[in-house]
């Protein structure tokens, strides 16, 4: 499996394992924690101008709005702007897009649930499922009623789908009641999932409609149809056909004898009945674990929906993007010598590796651009390094001032 590189720490937690480094020289560590303090501010602002652009270019097709809010922002909202700031609030939190072998891998083998789901895909004009955190885990699960087996089972620390709808025209030409959805035609809906199973990606699509499986149609149909024509042509069928033939002719014992074989073929009948009664009940329990399920996604593991999601994506995003760029700091701040990209890349991987028993593909090429780009850090002859601490705060704080020019004085020429 590809490696991630979503780093799976908190940033705070990441900041106390850097100051450790720095114990030696009390100014040092001071000075550190400023530099972490202006640049978290500082990817916050960012992370506030594209929650901004976000929020202006969805609002068109947020499904939360009402008609009249919606039409507010006709011309005002860009599908294709919205969808790229979206892509890239995604790639910078670090996730990435489920193929669409994964999803369809859901639907033919389900960890936890145990039941066919089917999506009908064309409900969409466009959709997408995007992850980060990947791991594995042990469940308990019932199988047959009561033998009771230990699974192991991937999942997801954050899912998010995203699904632009068809507009009303798809709708009408279904002959779907408009009236009748929970959504509005056009719109577009994201939410956002914690410990989502991988095999169980399908029951997160809100128009998941649960189906019988090969095999429970087989258990359900062979012994109803084979079983029913076997007792009806050997036993219920002869039995009426002789007793009306004896009825006809006054045959007392005949009669009897008939009376005698149709009650054995319908008790036979309604066991077989109570055997079709147990599949079918059998398959309604999965759907009702299936609501269970969706019910405990809706409450416990929900995150966020629509412009709500921003909120958590966006804190993701500019979380991922202070601990690559701190790290990358810290590390070439700390080195005697200049480093290339190759091995800052595998410093930190390697410490990840050895303090935090965690294996993961540190996201280099990003890190550098960004100290590059903020001034912190230089490139020479293909090796890195970063300007000193107290000449970084002073950079930063260069940066801060001249984000607003409202107070520039105006010279005025005589």
């Not at 922002?73 to 910078?92: A, I, Q």
């Not at 999506?119 to 004009?125: E, S």
Request: aromatic share 14%.
């Amino acid at each position: 499996m590809k490696q991630e590189q979503y780093i799976p720490f908190d940033k705070e937690f990441l900041l106390e394992q850097q100051i450790a480094e720095y114990t030696a020289d009390k100014k040092k560590v001071e000075d550190f924690k400023k530099l972490f303090d202006i640049l978290e501010h500082y990817f916050h602002y960012e992370a506030f101008n594209l929650i901004r652009k976000l929020k202006q270019n969805y609002a068109l097709f947020d499904p939360d709005l009402s008609p009249q809010e919606r039409a507010a922002f006709t011309g005002k909202s860009d599908f294709s702007m919205f969808k790229e700031t979206l892509l890239k609030v995604l790639e910078r939190g670090n996730y990435v897009q489920v193929n669409q072998e994964i999803i369809e891998a859901a639907f033919n083998d389900s960890d936890l649930i145990g039941l066919k789901l089917a999506v009908d895909f064309n409900d969409f004009n466009d959709y997408g499922i995007h992850v980060r955190g990947h791991h594995t885990t042990k469940e308990t699960v019932t199988k047959f009623f009561f033998w009771k087996k230990e699974i192991e089972f991937e999942y997801y620390d954050r899912v998010m789908i995203y699904l632009n709808y068809n507009d009303a025209d798809y709708f009408n030409e279904k002959k779907v009641r408009l009236s009748k959805l929970p959504f509005d035609p056009g719109c577009i809906v994201l939410k956002i999932f914690k410990r989502v199973p991988k095999n169980d990606l399908e029951t997160i699509f809100p128009n998941a409609v649960p189906k019988m499986s090969t095999t429970d149609k087989l258990l359900f149909w062979v012994p109803g149809v084979g079983g029913g024509l076997s007792l009806l042509s050997t036993k219920v069928v002869p039995a009426l056909v002789g007793m009306y033939a004896a009825y006809k002719s006054g045959e007392s014992m005949n009669l009897l004898n008939s009376k005698t074989s149709l009650n054995h073929g319908l008790i036979a009948l309604g066991v077989l009945g109570g055997y079709l009664f147990r599949q079918y009940s059998s398959f309604v329990n999965k759907k009702i674990k299936y609501s269970k399920m969706l019910s405990d996604s809706l409450y416990f593991k929900n995150l966020g929906n629509n412009s709500g999601a921003f909120y958590s994506l966006l804190n993701s995003s500019e979380e991922e993007e202070l601990k690559e760029t701190i790290l990358a700091y810290a590390f070439l701040n700390r080195s005697k010598h200049p480093l290339t990209a190759e091995e800052l890349d595998h410093q930190i991987e390697s410490w990840f590796k050895t303090k935090l028993n965690t294996v993961l593909d540190f996201d280099v090429e990003d890190a550098l651009y960004k100290l590059r780009n903020i001034g912190l850090g230089t490139e020479t002859n293909g090796k890195w390094d970063v300007i000193p601490l107290d000449q970084a705060l002073v950079r930063v704080d260069e940066i801060w001032d001249g984000i607003f020019e409202y107070n520039q004085k105006t010279v005025t020429v005589d």
